[in-house]
């Protein structure tokens, strides 16, 4: 009788030591996976470079390895978990050799110079220097203004004079300033007609020019209905700013006044008259007769201010 054929034996198997228990949800590192492998391959030996360990970190996008992580063409380095790279690039590190103090001495030296120097120039710039000397032509600034203007022009159309003006006077470091104000009278008449009001300003810490450009040269902007006209030959700069309203009736008004800027020295001279049908003088004087008294008589006070 013959022998039934025998399957062909198999390889026999290595022992295997059962898996320790784990008490971690995941296989354990070291425990075989499905296919008789570890589910995780094993770090590689510190011996061998140019490998890194399992746990090391990536090296960023853009960036140059960080130590622990070789670049390209770089050896491996073990890796410091302790130092960190800053975003914004190496640190600037003061140069090798000399001792420390001194190196710190001398940038500080350097930083206190440039701030000094961004102190001083801001300060330059904020208060323009403040190098310039008033330029106040000779002026001087009476204590009573009205005994020292001329007003002569307005003397033909209003004769009687002003009892009891009123005057006054600063006399400040920056700015020295008198006023006056007074009335004027027809012939018989009982009651003002009109008023005439003088300032001097010398400006003895600021130079004037642009505000005053500002505010004489642009007066229409800030006053409506009024026209503003240059004046030559009176100072450095002068305007004449009018309103007039008045139309031969018994209502309108008339407001005029001659702004004069000689230097760091100011000047206004101003007529103002108001109608209506209780005053007696219902036939005030003209615009360009009250402009052209207004040129005459400031340059006449002008001269007589000027030592």
């Not at 000399?98 to 000094?116: E, I, N, Y």
């Not at 000779?138 to 307005?154: E, I, K, Q």
């Not at 004489?216 to 450095?236: A, E, F, H, L």
Request: hydrophobic fraction near 25%.
């Amino acid at each position: 009788m013959s022998t039934p054929p025998q399957p062909p034996s198999q390889p026999e198997q290595p022992s295997e030591t059962p898996a320790q228990p784990s008490a971690y949800p995941y296989p354990h590192p070291q425990s075989p996976g499905p296919g008789g492998t570890a589910a995780f391959p094993p770090p590689a030996p510190a011996s061998q470079p140019g490998q890194q360990a399992f746990y090391a970190q990536p090296t960023l996008a853009g960036q140059p390895g960080q130590p622990g992580q070789p670049g390209p063409g770089q050896p491996g380095q073990p890796a410091n978990p302790y130092l960190q790279q800053s975003p914004y690039g190496p640190a600037a590190l003061p140069p090798a050799g000399g001792s420390g103090g001194a190196g710190r001495a001398v940038l500080w030296a350097v930083v206190g110079a440039v701030v000094a120097s961004a102190a001083w120039a801001a300060g330059v710039f904020l208060i323009g220097g403040r190098g310039a000397d008033a330029d106040l032509g000779g002026y001087s600034a009476p204590s009573n203004l009205c005994s020292s203007a001329d007003y002569s022009s307005f003397k033909e159309e209003y004769p009687e004079d002003d009892s009891s003006p009123t005057h006054n006077e600063l006399e400040h470091d920056a700015l020295d300033e008198s006023y006056c104000s007074l009335s004027l009278k027809k012939s018989g008449s009982t009651y003002s007609d009109a008023y005439l009001s003088i300032e001097l300003g010398l400006h003895k810490k600021t130079d004037p020019a642009p505000e005053f450009t500002a505010r004489w040269k642009n007066y229409g902007q800030s006053r409506s209905g009024y026209d503003v006209d240059t004046v030559t030959g009176i100072g450095d700069e002068a305007y004449v700013v009018s309103e007039d309203t008045t139309t031969g009736s018994d209502s309108g008004s008339m407001d005029v006044t001659l702004a004069v800027r000689d230097g760091w020295v100011t000047y206004t001279m101003n007529y103002s008259v108001y109608l209506s049908s209780y005053d007696e003088d219902q036939d005030p004087p003209q615009l360009d007769e009250v402009t052209d008294w207004l040129k005459t008589d400031s340059r006449a006070t002008l001269e007589e201010l000027r030592n």
